[in-house]
């Protein structure tokens, strides 16, 4: 919520501090503040209002009551003003949806005089990045951003009969106050007359009965309205508005006579005329407002919050700056919950008040005493390690694949893409991209074999599995074999007994059953090797250009020479290169080695590898005489 | 190796020194499980599709697990105290996948509970695991949050490399998650905590994307 500075600074006598300190202090004692910004002399902040507290913080009073608590100053006085109500005709109410419109407060307002809203005004409602329009509807959103309490008024003389708040039918049409018609499905709350549509209950108001300049007489709206209902009805309308994100939300049911006066308050001194009539409040209410009483003792919460230094005054201090009147009753604090607050219900939240005034960095770092008994390990958990652990040991990679697949037993509802749309049946789809993806970097890796696995839930219809795929892609000859010798490994170490059909270089097994008939462990013998890096290095992502380069030398010449004039010559682009053969023929000795082109920046082309090459082939023959091959 | 095994790894010792157990549990969880046991609220935003994977069909209930905190309110539920565990495993949010958000990560999720338990144990352990997985120069603070199986809720800072973190969710969880699981909260306090594992690593190693994770790429996983 955007929240000004100067309309917070309004609510003391005394100077606030600089806003960024005022910042810190949101920060650690309230919520996160998400922008701070200057904006002609004043500064706006964007606090992230924690739904809780909704009920009382979506509001200007209510920070500036957090400011107060948060501080430790005392806020001015205010008091609910109240007005001589006039003779003239009630406003006319009928509630059709008990359920849905808890509440409804109404008034009617005569002779007024629609104009510009005064400077002041303006100004508070401009800096929080709001129009001022006039000074009827500005003076109801200005209570909105002051009380956090929604309001709407109507232009009596455009309403037919009275107001009604029934479910819509089917084809009726509201247009709304920003000119778009919104078509009802019937079922949406509404407030209509006689004549039909008027407005989307707790969302947004419409065109039809819109006060304008030539308004003279006004119904004032405050109602409360079911957040189920309300959320319900945003999302599937699209209208997501400052009232509706308040009305998400539960709120108090007293605020909405206090919003009726205030409202009116501000009418009587921008929008008076001599003749003005001020209609009397008419309550129409479904909800009961009781008092709630919390009992709790400073000790427990001490406890409970691991401040060990808690004393009662502490608590009792917290209490009266957070405005939560509490009795005494030997050690028990009876805290009497103010009407708006409806997030405080049990002992726990009056903790949470406590402790965020008091300051969670006093808490101190406690580890809980040392355990004696041995810690047991899950089977399942356990034996997954010592899968790793071998697997590992036989040079293969642990991978990770998605859990989603294009096909498979379990659908998911709202998938995010066609080839996502289940819950993998088995790990075998990614895994073989996976598995061919690398064998296609295998040069990278100066790798003339591919050995990866990955051990990961599956999903069949009515049941959750574990499934361990194992990849191999090498030289042809050592393909089928690689998979039944480390197959063979798992199982004569293990115990395991893996069922599974090896095709195209992979071999998957569920293990879930399988482990669950071998025996459990409470000593965890699992050897890992440390990382191989401490840091990552991003990879390109472009192509790679492999080269070779196979070169008689004089007998003699000692290889390592040669990689390090290669890498010299080859330049940047050469990422990897080593020596891959060798051979002695007819006195002279052959070398072979492989250089590796990549660029972190783009696709290199065959001439930039060919003319890095060229550079090398020279230098080769100057340096060591090399015949190129 | 790949580095959220490594990480798990880790996470298993450092809080076995502890006394903390590893839990384990499913990747599909039951609607009860995975929010109405944690009280959150029927028509709260994250039950809707646009957060959640919902099953087919939908009268079953079922979901991708959001979060391992619904292992908290199946291990409350075997009633068997005090218990100490932790938690790693994937959890899948709907959300569109970018370099730093991911439909499917991995989490962990913390409970200790005990009769005496408070807000300084959470910080005791959280301060002990971190200096011990990102080193000992780590600080630890807490903020104000809302979480609906914890009261009070706090949000949990990291500060790595001179730089402070959101990392982790938590607090002291809440009487109706103990009465969910038909547990006396007058006898039983505990402590929660969540959250992610790919970004501590993927800030610790300096990896830049976290879908590199779940791409099966040795490019990554052979360096670390």
Redesign the interface.
Known sequence: MKVSYNWLQSYFEKKLPPPEELSDRFTFSLAEVEGVEKREGDTIFDINILPDRACYALSHRGIAREVGAILDIPLKEEKIPTFKEAEIPAAEIKIEEKELCTKFVGRRIENINVQKSPEWLCKRLEAIGQRAINNIVDATNYIMFDLGRPMHAFDADKVKGPLVVRSAKKGEVVVTLDNKRVKLNSGELIIADEEGPLGLAGIKGGKRAEVDINTKNIILEAANWNPTYIRRTSMSSGIRTEASKRFENRLSPLLAEEGIERVTELIEESAATPQLKIGRQVVVSFEKFSPKTIEVEAEAIGKYLGLPLITEELVEDALRRLQLPYKKEKKKLRVEVPAERLDVTIPEDIAEEVGRIVGYDKIPATLPSKVQEKLSIPRQFYWEWKIRELLIKEGFSEVMTSSFSEKGEVAIEKPLAEDKKFARPTLRSSFAKALKMNALNAPLFQADEIKIFEIGKIFMKDKEGTALAIGYIGPKKKGASELSRVRGVLENESGLSLKGEEKEGIVEFEIEAAISKLGESTNWDVEIAPAASEKYVPFSHYPFIARDVALFVPKGTDPEEILKCIQKEAGELAVKSWKFDEFEKEGKQSFAFRIIFQSLEKTLTDAEANAAMEKVYAALKKEFSAEIR | ??????AI?EI??IF?E???????G???ESEWYNFDALNVA??H?ARD??DT????P?SDKKV?RTHTTALTARVLEEKKFPV?KIFPG?V?R?E??DATHE??FFQMDGM?V?K??????????L??FYKKFLGEKVE???????FSFT?????IDIKYKNRWLEILGGG?I??KVFEAAGVDPKQW?GFAFGGSIDRPIMIK????DIRL????????????
Do not use: C
């Not at chain 2, 190796?1 to 490594?6: A, D, E, F, K, V």
């Not at chain 2, 009261?151 to 949000?155: A, C, I, N």
């Not at chain 2, 994770?213 to 670390?224: C, E, I």
């Open positions: 190796m790949h580095p959220i095994s490594r790894l298993r010792e076995g502890m006394g903390f157990e590893i839990g384990i499913p990747e599909i029927k028509d935003p599709m646009q994977f919902w099953l087919k939908i991708l100490r994937k899948f709907n569109a996948t439909a499917q200790y005990d005496d338990v408070s807000l300084a144990h959470l910080k005791g352990v301060t002990h630890i603070r807490f903020r104000p949050s809302y009261e009070p809720s706090v949000e002291m809440h009487p306090k190693y300096g990896i830049d994770f779940y791409s099966g790429d040795l490019r990554l996983v052979n360096q670390l």
